[in-house]
């Protein structure tokens, strides 16, 4: 069964920085995408970057410029640098990652950013 693990969340002050990570297990087989998105409170879950295994990758507008996505190589590990952080940033950060036709979700990790 894959199971996909999100970490690094947490509390930070407006324009500060942090690192999210992803980790899948469960698989032998390298996902064709990974993402990360976001849910606010009341608010629908927005994608914020994606990155295919040939490196594209895709931003929110709203974060261009501020984060950066990455990949373990072949692994099914993601990163989110996350760099000049924002109220409106705070979220619960999510990670999925697309295998062999299916989509798979983290539990998420809470971002909290103060001003």
């Known amino acids: 069964q894959v199971r996909l693990v999100e970490s690094g969340g947490g509390l930070v002050q407006a324009g500060g920085s942090l690192r999210l990570s992803c980790a899948a297990s469960?698989?032998?087989?390298?996902?064709?995408?990974m993402a990360w998105y976001r849910q606010a409170p009341g608010k629908q879950r927005e994608l914020v970057a994606a990155i295919s295994n040939d490196g594209t990758t895709d931003y929110a507008d709203s974060v261009k410029g501020r984060f950066t996505i990455s990949r373990a190589g072949t692994k099914n590990t993601v990163f989110l640098q996350m760099t000049k952080l924002n109220a409106e940033d705070t979220a619960a950060y999510y990670c999925?990652?697309?295998?062999?036709?299916?989509?798979?979700w983290g539990q998420g990790t809470q971002v909290t950013v103060s001003s």
């Open positions: 469960g698989t032998v087989f390298s996902a064709s995408s």
């Open positions: 999925d990652a697309f295998i062999r036709g299916a989509v798979y």
